[in-house]
């Protein structure tokens, strides 16, 4: 079931996870083998990996809203068919997030327009073996900024004009 809200509600800030997701699919798509962008590991990515399909797992840490601007610091993980492809890999896709420096727009796979208004590094590439799933997997960390939408409701107006 579906939930539905309030004819007045119009939406936020983007879902960060799958807007980098979207973004992220369509450069993995150029790719030979093209790779995978998910939110969670699939169950068989090992199979996939090994198979030869890169696995770009993507998923949203702190810190959040500030007034207009919502800052998310989104972990990107790469787990390629070997430690060097998921290097590679991941160089690959840390340049297309950095080209964002200055925002963008960001065209989803439903055919929404997100626009980012930043991407900058927070943590570069790295291996942590203790907390790596495969030891192939090489995550970095950005920080992905967007603004809310101009075009919005007045949620405080609306939010005072319903009784208590």
Known sequence: ???????WF??????????LCDLLQKFLDLCTPAGLACTWLPDNYREMVDGGT????????????????DAAAMQVAVIA??????????EYLRQILLSFDCGGKVRRADGEINTITSIKEMVGPQQIPELNPDFRMVPATF??????????????????????
């Open 143 to 164: 920080r992905v900024e967007c603004r809310r939408d101009r075009h919005l409701p007045d949620y405080a107006a609306i939010r005072e004009s319903i009784p208590l």
């Open 81 to 90: 068919a070997t430690r060097a492809d998921s290097w590679a890999l991941m």
């Open 1 to 7: 079931m579906a939930i539905v809200f309030p004819d």
């Open 54 to 69: 890169p696995v770009v797992r993507v998923y949203r840490g702190g810190p959040g809203a500030d007034g207009q601007w």
């Open 10 to 19: 119009e939406g936020g800030f983007p879902d960060r996870e799958l807007l």
